[in-house]
Nanobody
């Protein structure tokens, strides 16, 4: 079992930036692909970004492409989401998720990720 803890959320003005972190523990972090998802009030949880075990392949939702960057540091057991040019519609609870998987297919289905953090709130004011 891998445990995930997100941090870095907060309140930011439109156009600003935040960097989310997700610290993993309990298993070998480098064996897991990682995803970021988000859930706005009254909406379903949506895919945001994906990164393979070695960080060589990433994938993004169209709504964040060019503004968000996912990265990971396997030595620190942490995955990051750098969010730039934030918009009010980016307001949501952001979750990181882990999947024990050796491939590079960027699966966007949340059901494929067994391990989840508790989420961190991001609020973007206009």
């Amino acid at each position: 079992q891998v445990q995930l803890v997100e941090s870095g959320g907060g309140l930011v003005q439109a156009g600003g930036s935040l960097r989310l972190s997700c610290a993993a523990s309990g298993r070998t972090f480098s064996n897991y692909v990682m995803g970021w998802f988000r859930q706005a009030p009254g909406k379903e949880r949506d895919f945001v970004a994906f990164i393979t075990r070695n960080g060589a392949t990433t994938s993004y939702a169209d709504s964040v492409k060019g503004r968000f960057t996912i990265s990971r540091d396997n030595a620190e057991n942490t995955v990051y989401l750098q969010m730039n040019s934030l918009k009010p519609e980016d307001t949501a609870v952001y979750y990181c998720a882990a999947r024990y998987y050796s491939g590079s297919y960027p699966d966007q289905r949340m059901t494929m990720y067994p391990h989840w953090g508790q989420g961190t709130q991001v609020t973007v004011s206009s």
